[in-house]
Structure formats: C-alpha cells, structure tokens
C-alpha cells in the first residue's frame, strides 16, 4: 500500500522537514505536523519521483484505486500538503502544479541512504550510515528519547507515558547526534547477547502492534449539533436539521461508525480527545452555520479525537437553494478523509442529502423535523404537523414529510391517548407508503402504528426494515424494546434497549424509554435511575421531570415528586405535571383543590381521558354533587373505550375503564375490564391498585383486600394506599382521613 512504508523505510529531509515513511509523520523544525493518511500517501508518491512530473490520474489510481474518486479530492490534498509544508501555490518551492496534467515535487530532498557514511559499528568495522539509519528506525518509538528530554530518575518512561500513541502521533526521533562516539558505544552495548534479544523482542512487539489495523478505529465519527451564527435567534432549527441530516447521512456509509452526540455548541481543542474518548470515536465533525437572506455560509471541521488536532477545515459560502450539494460536499469531505474512497454508490449518499429539490419545502421539512424531535425539551407534535403540511403543500411528493406527519400523530396518540391522532396516523402512513414504499422512514412510521395497536408480528416486520438504514437502527431497536417489554419478554427488552444506547450513547429519550420499562416491569427504583440519567443528560425537557415526578409520587416520596412537578412546570406549562399536582392534593385530602388542577390539565389537552376521570374521583370524594361526578366518569369510559380499541395491551387503562365502569353503575362490565387488565400481567403494581378500588366500590370487600395485599407485594407503598378514601374506609381508617387544607 502505498505510504504505510515499515520499520526500515525510508526518510527524507529538506530544509527544516522531515518525512518519515515508516513512522507515518512529518516533522515541520521540530514539531510533528497534522495530515490525512491520503495526504501522506501521495507526498511520499512524488518524493519517490522527484523532479518527474506525475500524472493526475497516476495518483489517483495509486494512491485511491480511482475508486469513485474525483480530480477535486486531489486538489484538496495538495491544498493540504501545501499547508503542511509552508509551501505557496503561486511561487512553489516544494509542490508545483502542471495544470490539467499532474504535479512535480521540485523541493531537494535527500534520502538518509543517499549518503554514505564510515561510522564505525559494534564490531569495529566501518559501515555505510544506511544500516545505522536501519538499526536505529527498528528501535521502537516508545523507546526513544528525543536529544533534549530530561531522562526520567529511574531510567525509563515516566508513568503518564503512553506506548500506544507514540509512533502514531507524536514520535520521538533521534536527533542526527545519533552517529556521535558516546551514542555509538550505547548502541554497541546494546548489541550484546542480551540487549539483543531485548532489542528483537521490542521490535517484535512494535512490528506487532504497528501491524494491527488501525482502520476501523479511523473509521468512527460524532457528529456533534451544528451552531447556529444567524442574527435571527429563531434560525435554529435549520443548523439543528443540517445536522440530524448530516448524521442520518454519514450513518448510510458502509463502513463508517457515526454516532450522534447531543452537546451543544462546538467542540474545542481542549476537551475533543474526552469527548471523543466518552463517546467511543476517533474523530469528531462540527459546524457553525451562518444563514443571511438567501446565502449561507458553513464553517465545517473535523478533529482526531486521539490528538485533539484538527484534520482539516473548510468554509462553505453558497446560495440557500444549493444547500443540498453543501451538505453532500461536506458528507463527501468526511468519507474521503475516514475512508479514502466513497461508497459503491456515491449517488445514494446525495440522494439522502436530497430529498427534495425545492428548497422552501426542505425548509418547513427542517422545522417540523426540529419541533418533532425527541431531544427538544419543547417538542410539539401538533407544530410538526403544520410544518411538514406546509412541506407537503410545495412539494406534494415529500414521502419523508408525509412519513414525519404519521409519526408526530403516534406521538400525539400515545401521549394523550388521543384516538382521533391515531386515525389521522393511519391516513398519513398510508399516504407516505403509496409515494415511496422503499423509504425506511416509512417502514418505521409503520413499525409504530402497528405496535400502538399490539399488533406484534406486523411491527417487527416493519421495524426490521428499518433497521436496513444505519441511521434508523437506535429507534427501530427503541421500538423493538418497546414491543418486547409490552409482551413481558423483558431479558429481550434489556438487550434491544442496549443496542440503541450504544448507538445513541447520550440520547435522553433512550435513558426514559428504558425507565419507563423499568416501571411497568415493577422496577420502581430503577426507573427512576434511569429517569435521572435522562434528565442529567437533558435538564431542560419537562416531559422528564414529570414523569420523574410520577416516580416519586408512586414510591411515597411526596417532596421530591413536588419539586420534580414544580421543574418541569416552569419548564412549560403542561398537563401531566399539573394533572400529578392535583393527585399530590387529593392524596392529602385537599380535593377542591385537586379538582382545580385536574380542570386546569383539561383547558391545556382534553384528549386524555384519565384528566375527566380524575376529575370525577375529586368531586366524588368532596362529596359534592354526585351527577356531575357521573358526567365526568362517563366521559372518561367512552374516551377510554375509543383509546382501548386502538391500544388493547394497556392493561393499565382497562384497569381504569373497570373504575370508571364500577362508579357509573355497571358492574358486569367492572369486573370484565380488570380482568382483561390482570390478563395482560404488566404493570401489576398499579393494576392492583386500581382493582382494589374497583372492587370496593362494587362492595366486594374480600376481593379488595386481596387486590391491596397483591399492591403491596408489587411494591406499592401502604401511604397510597391509605390515601384513596374508598380503601381507608375499608380499612376502617375513617377517623383517620385528613381534613381538606384551606391553606394550600
């Protein structure tokens, strides 16, 4: 191959430069100077022809294969090479440009066996300095000292040394005083029998380890979110499009392991080589994105995470509408410096950047994308859908805006229990499939409308569609897990849950799906672990903090759950967490109160139905008048029943529907209800506890006991029991109950 050279390759040297074949460095006076491993490939092919014009294409078969690699890529590395070397395109003294035919290396290097020499050697003969140059580049690098480095007290390398990086990146060579007397009689000592066989075994570990691939190390990339410099504060959505676009890109490259990173900002020189060490890469792409009127301007870089240097830069100054064949310069900019060579089909990589040719589409495409994503503390299902309509009504042929819009309707659909959103759902996938059935996005969109309805073998079919394009994996192995820990198979769920951390190794949304398992599995305590990662990882999303909230809430840490609610309210306003406020008062007997919260949830979202049914149990328990408590429970019945037709494994919700159904009255439909719920065997904690309940409004204190006692050993604390006053009457707790607060 070419410029991988061995522990006897060649150097060569002019002026202050040093290049050294088989150590893979350039040394610029003294100091080790950054290049791409194509770049030195094609410095070391026009050292080797000196003075002899090189043909463009001779460099490119040689060093590329002329493997879907353009004249442009050649350009650029001699844009480097250049830099490198201090050299000047328009009055060149190293690298001179033939247009249109080739490049001629003009520099005067020498070879160091170019010039004999009568060093004297271990036995007291004379030799030519081209074995010394042999001997010496055998010892390994971690073994040198450079001429004016201290000698550590006890002879060796000091203990933050690190053998692995040495030859690759910083190696020590040994100065010309090599050939000195005092340096000669070191090396004859070494030559005896037994610095000789410790010099061989060196070797031989060096040459081992020098021979490991380094390719698939070289082969991983973070892309980190792209910084927004447009004056328009609101502009954001469009670097944080160009970067999920980006990422989803590099993902469909053979060979290439990119993973996302949700850190905000930049990455400095400082911190790349934890960043790229925590995330598992070995280098790291960032950008700032600058858009004013109809220009856009992108600074792009990518930095080796081992050394913290910057492989290379570019500025990108483009018309909006050309922000397609941007992003597909820059994607190919990154493939060609990991890989050398594009994909097999460099064409499918530009059609992922492509979705769309009209750039006002693409636009209302980004922003529903950003108001969709999970990763956004504020994302709005009901935005992105407006946004991808209005993507849709540019360009009616946008499969992954139609694609988008049944995904934001599932979203909606399991958030709200909104069985309307899954209609819509059902229009849009349809649609989406009838564009492009071939698009992934939309066997994923698939996968989640089927696994909303528990229709188990038709979503893993669609998901593993999905799983055909890299950058869809993580969320058809969130679906998968999804689908597993409906079924109980929760060893599977651990295992598809995993796979999507190591892809998303920093994705919040992967931490509260995996917590949210946790819990219906009756893991209490480590789902809310899993919660609290979440919300490290992201504190400004109060979809965390209420459901931590909840956690709390359901352990009997009633503080804690507050302060979770109060986070995630000032956060945004929202009806869960108001909807957990409002059940922290009625736990405490402060009902009124619980019924203004639970009516405040309803003004912000009236589709879930469990807000009617709490509103119900508050009026209930006040003892006001029973007729509207009744309205309020025959409203949440007929909400939960549509609800229940889409999603029949919530065993939880028909636990519900048996409450509501006891206290309208219908005790056949009561009992049949909690059975259905005790026959899906998840979420047995809660399941109980509403069976509780249910059965002592249906008078059937026996069965109520044994539904507390089934509560309890599921982990449910006695506190909440006791806090329902259908289950402290029957407890014959009544003097107990705590009079309503006029206080709180």
């Known amino acids: 191959m070419p410029g991988q050279g061995g522990p006897t390759s060649e150097i060569y040297r002019f002026d202050d430069i040093v290049v050294d074949a088989g150590a893979h460095t350039v040394l610029r006076a003294g100091q080790p100077q950054t290049i791409e491993p194509k770049a030195f490939s094609v410095l070391l092919v026009l050292l080797r022809h000196k003075g002899e014009l090189v043909a463009r294409d001779d460099l490119l078969d040689e060093v590329w294969g002329h493997r879907h690699v353009t004249p442009g890529v050649l350009t650029r590395v001699i844009a480097q090479l250049r830099h490198v070397l201090g050299d000047d395109s328009q009055h060149p003294r190293y690298i001179q440009t033939q247009h249109a035919l080739g490049y001629r290396f003009i520099g005067l290097p020498r070879r160091d066996s170019d010039y004999p020499d009568t060093s004297v050697n271990a036995l007291g003969e004379s030799e030519p300095a081209e074995t010394i140059v042999a001997v010496r580049q055998s010892v390994p690098a971690s073994l040198k000292l450079a001429a004016n480095e201290p000698h550590p007290p006890n002879g060796g390398l000091g203990p933050e040394h690190d053998r692995r990086h040495d030859d690759r990146h910083h190696p020590q060579l040994v100065s010309e005083q090599v050939e000195s007397r005092g340096v000669r009689r070191i090396m004859a000592n070494l030559l005896g029998w037994g610095g000789l066989l410790a010099l ?53 490259v053979p060979g290439l392991k990119v993973i996302a990173a949700p850190q905000s900002g930049g990455v400095k020189q400082g911190d790349a080589k934890a960043l790229g060490a925590q995330l598992g890469v070995a280098t790291l ?29 570019q500025s990108y100054d483009r018309e909006t509408s050309d922000v397609f064949g941007l992003q597909s310069e820059i994607a190919n900019e990154v493939v060609q410096s990991l890989l050398g060579v594009l994909p097999s089909d460099g064409q499918a990589l530009a059609r992922r950047l492509a979705p769309t040719r009209n750039i006002a589409a693409y636009d209302a495409y980004l922003k529903g994308r950003q108001q969709l994503q999970e990763r956004v503390g504020d994302a709005n299902p009901d935005s992105a859908i407006n946004y991808f309509r209005g993507a849709l009504a540019i360009d009616p042929g946008f499969a992954r805006a139609q694609a988008g819009i049944c995904r934001a309707e599932i979203t909606r659909f399991e958030a709200a229990r909104d069985a309307t959103a899954f209609d819509r759902a059902q229009t849009a996938c349809k649609r989406a499939s009838g564009m492009d059935p071939s698009l992934r996005e939309v066997s994923l969109a698939l996968g989640e409308l089927h696994r909303t309805r528990g229709e188990y073998d038709q979503a893993i079919e669609h998901y593993t569609h999905a799983l055909e394009d890299p950058s869809l994996r993580a969320d058809a192995y969130l679906g998968l897990a999804q689908l597993a820990s409906a079924q109980g198979r929760n060893p599977l769920a651990t ?28 893991d209490v305590a480590g789902a809310i672990e899993s919660y609290r990662t979440a919300a490290a990882l992201q504190p400004g999303d109060y979809r965390t903090w209420y459901a931590l909230g909840g956690l709390y809430q359901v352990k009997g840490d009633n503080v804690q759950a507050s302060a979770a609610f109060e986070r995630s309210l000032q956060i945004k306003p929202n009806y869960p967490a108001l909807s957990n406020l409002g059940t922290l008062k009625f736990d405490s007997g402060a009902y009124a109160e619980a019924a203004d919260l639970y009516r405040h949830a309803v003004e912000l979202d009236p589709s879930d139905f ?45 636990a519900q529907l048996a409450w509501y159904s006891a206290n309208l009255g219908d005790k056949t439909k009561a009992r049949d209800m909690q059975g259905k719920a005790e026959a899906l065997a998840t979420e047995r904690g809660e399941v109980a506890l509403w069976g509780a309940q249910t059965m002592a409004v249906l008078d059937d204190a026996e069965a109520a006991r044994e539904q507390m006692a089934k509560a309890r050993a599921e982990g449910i604390p006695q506190q909440r029991i006791e806090s329902i006053p259908v289950l402290r009457r029957l407890l014959g707790e009544v003097a107990s109950v705590p009079k309503p607060s006029t206080k709180q």
């Open 200 to 252: 061989l075994t060196a070797l031989a570990i060096w040459m081992a380890q020098r021979a490991q691939p380094a390719r698939a190390a070289e082969a991983s990339i973070a892309v980190l979110p792209f910084t927004s410099l447009s004056e328009n504060k609101s502009d954001g959505y469009f670097a944080d499009g160009l970067t999920v676009e980006m990422h989803d890109a590099l993902a469909g």
């Open 285 to 313: 792409l960032d950008a700032s994105v600058r858009r004013e009127g109809a220009r856009v301007r992108i600074n792009a870089r990518l930095t080796d995470a081992r050394t913290g240097f910057t492989l290379w830069t």
């Open 610 to 654: 469990r807000l009617w049914g709490n509103i119900g149990d508050a009026l209930s328990a006040a003892s006001v008048d029973p007729v509207e408590a009744q309205e309020y429970y025959r409203e949440a019945a007929l909400r939960a029943e549509r609800y229940l037709k889409i999603r029949p494994d919530d065993a939880q919700g028909f």
């Open 495 to 522: 295992d598809y849950f995993e796979r999507a951390r190591k892809l998303r190794p920093r994705d919040p949304l992967v931490f509260r799906e995996r917590g949210y398992h946790l819990y219906t599995s009756g």
